[in-house]
Every structure is written in structure tokens, then in C-alpha cells.
């Protein structure tokens, strides 16, 4: 069962860029006044989510190798580049909605 978190560094990677588009939704609902806790749910069921993608990309990594197929990487790689594609289209929109500073 170790190959299920084998490149873990690739789960990090993913795991860092939801939390960073979790904050700057905070961020926004707290600007603007309307923060409450009913992302959290949303935030769990995403994590959820791409935790279950990713260990597909591992067990697809394993099974190849054990069948002597030798994919290198190209599996988990797909997955986490798409997931990574996802929250950064998120977290530009959400950078581009922040209300603008006056002076």
C-alpha cells in the first residue's frame, strides 16, 4: 500500500495551490463583508476530490510498473498537471476580481 502516496511532493504541490485559492476566496468574502463558514464543505469535497485523482495516478503508476510497463510518471504527471491547470485558472480569476486600491 506504500505506492499509493509514493510522489507525495506531487500531492503537496496540488494540496498548496487549493489552499492558496481557498485564502483569496476568504480574502474576497471578507472585503467585501459577506464571509461565513459555507465554503468549508466546498473546500473538503475538492480535497476529497483530487486526493482520490491523484491516488488513481499512483495506482495507475504501480500497476503499470508491476505489469512491465514502465510509463514514468506520466500518469500521476496528467493528473496533477490538469488539477494544477484548474486552480491556477481559479486563483487568476480570483486575483483579478479583488477590488482595486484608491487613493
Given at each position: 500500500m506504500n505506492f499509493l502516496f509514493e510522489n507525495f511532493e506531487i500531492f503537496l504541490i496540488v494540496y498548496v495551490a487549493v489552499l492558496l485559492d481557498t485564502v483569496l476566496?476568504?480574502?474576497?468574502a471578507r472585503i467585501a463583508g459577506q464571509f461565513n463558514w459555507a465554503f468549508l464543505p466546498e473546500f473538503l469535497n475538492t480535497m476529497i476530490?483530487?486526493?482520490i485523482y491523484l491516488l488513481f495516478g499512483n495506482v495507475v503508476e504501480h500497476f503499470a510498473a508491476v505489469t512491465?510497463?514502465?510509463i514514468?510518471?506520466?500518469?500521476l504527471y496528467f493528473i496533477a498537471l490538469v488539477l494544477i491547470?484548474?486552480?491556477?485558472?481559479?486563483?487568476?480569476e480570483s486575483i483579478q476580481t479583488l477590488p482595486k486600491k484608491t487613493k
Open positions: 476566496g476568504v480574502v474576497q476530490k483530487y486526493t512491465g510497463m514502465k514514468d510518471g506520466m500518469g491547470t484548474v486552480e491556477a485558472a481559479s486563483i487568476k
